[in-house]
């Protein structure tokens, strides 16, 4: 009898020595004495007669006492490892107790709270000194610990996201080049559908990262979310979406598509602009796979589509550059074939003549262009860097075809337009890389 009740005895004194470091630690706590609390409850985890209900006790106050720790300026920096000290010990934790009964019967959940709040302080901190990557990794820890709360009904708000920490984790993420997981973090926007104006750039980013990564199921998804969410930038997502299948399409399939839209109807500015862009910008791996008269015929095709666009807006300069431009590329393609065709022979001579004649026709249509551009560009006031450049590479090439075409003169006996282009061609020679 004198045993069992000294094993009572004993039991009940393990119980009340455990009752009395949980006081002594929460007496701490609620003093905001951190350290003394730290050394109490790291004593307390070192009696190795911890039973696991006590332990999972245990650890919830590490939790909460390292959670402190961290979120305390004066300390944080004297322990360093307080906030893993303090996930850690939720780990262990959770590992004994995952239903989290012990968690929510003691109010526990506030050292979660105190990383939370303090991860997303220092994030916040970083993001406004630019510190991108020391950013991302203490919003990534408060968006972490925000969902955990928040899908276990731990939080006293009835949101099922944290909208605010999701979308700074996500910037953060953009802005330290982690293009994979800034989607992840829009994408968990994006798919409740938040739509306040300050989202609208997430929807951009999602269409072009999975436009980029050529994953048309999703593309479509966050492209349709934003035609519905944001209708009065249509404009904008149709062009996403014209710049999402120039771009994937192989090139048969972009040319009958075009040739298809224009026997529609359906073609604008935007669009014979971005078919322009696509066709003269095809990569060589395509080219390759082209003799030379397709490769010239898509060459015109490119011209066509820009001179179209110009056509729809007869103020934007750089559409009449680039007709120019891929015309003026037809005509020194062409003097390559007048130069390697070289001989005395009859045969060579003829061939010569017929490869002449193609170059004047392309170096007139490009000089007429080239002159529209010059005009439009040279009388504009607030030229952007790219016009600013399109412009004293306008002055080179329209001297370099009237140049050549002065001297075709003298090849072929017409001496009266020599004066008239040897003027030309001195004016914009002059004006070499005058613009800035």
């Known amino acids: 009898m004198k045993k069992i009740l000294l094993s009572f005895v004993l039991a009940f004194c393990t119980m009340y020595l455990m009752a009395q470091d949980e006081a002594v630690i929460q007496l701490y706590v609620t003093q905001k004495q951190y350290e003394k609390a730290k050394d109490q409850v790291d004593k307390w985890l070192a009696n190795p007669k911890l039973k696991d209900k006590d332990k999972a006790t245990a650890y919830l106050w590490k939790l909460t006492v390292y959670g402190n720790i961290y979120a305390d300026s004066s300390l944080s920096s004297k322990y360093p490892d307080a906030a893993d000290q303090a996930m850690d010990a939720f780990a262990k934790y959770q590992a004994i107790d995952p239903s989290l009964k012990q ?7 506030g050292g979660l709270g105190s990383i939370y709040n303090a991860s997303f302080n220092k994030g916040r901190a970083a993001f406004q000194n630019k510190s991108w990557q020391e950013a991302f990794k203490q919003f990534s ?13 731990l939080s006293s708000t009835t949101s099922t996201i944290d909208t605010t920490t999701v979308l700074y984790t996500g910037y953060a993420a953009q802005n330290s080049q982690l293009t994979d997981s800034a989607a992840k973090y829009y994408a968990m926007l994006a798919d409740v559908k938040v739509a306040a104006p ?9 269409i072009q990262y999975y436009s ?20 009065n930038d249509n404009a904008m997502w149709s062009q996403f979406e014209m710049n999402n299948m120039t771009s994937n399409a192989d090139l048969p399939t972009l040319l009958d598509q075009y040739n298809k839209d224009v ?4 073609m604008n500015e ?17 080219l390759d796979k082209l003799d030379s008269i397709q490769k010239m015929n898509l060459k015109v095709t490119a011209a066509q589509a820009f001179s179209k666009a110009f056509d729809a807006n007869n103020t934007n300069g750089l559409y009449a550059f680039n007709t120019g431009v891929i015309y003026y590329g037809i005509y020194t393609d062409l003097d390559d074939r007048f130069n390697a065709n070289r001989g005395e022979s009859a045969a060579l001579k003829i061939k010569r003549k017929e490869i002449a004649a193609m170059e004047m026709g392309y170096a007139d249509t490009a000089s007429q262009w080239l002159t529209k551009a010059y005009t ?3 009388a504009k006031q607030d030229r952007a860097k790219s016009e600013t450049l399109s412009l004293n590479r306008t002055v080179d090439y329209l001297a370099n075809i009237y140049y050549w075409e002065r001297d075709q003169t003298k090849v072929n006996g017409n001496n009266k337009d020599y004066d008239k282009l040897d003027a030309l061609y001195k004016q914009y020679d002059a004006e070499h890389n005058s613009y800035k």
């Open 263 to 266: 026997a529609a109807g359906s």
């Open 198 to 206: 300050e989202y609208e750039d997430i929807y951009k980013y999602l």
């Open 270 to 286: 935007t669009k014979y602009a971005t078919y322009g862009e696509s066709f003269a910008t095809t990569d060589k791996s395509q």
């Open 212 to 231: 980029d990564k050529k994953d048309d199921a999703n593309f479509k998804k966050y492209l349709a979310e934003a035609k519905e969410l944001y209708p």
């Open 141 to 153: 820890t408060a968006e972490r610990i925000g969902e955990f709360l928040l899908t276990n009904k």
């Open 103 to 109: 968690m929510r019967e003691g109010n526990f959940a």
């Open 376 to 378: 439009i560009l040279k």
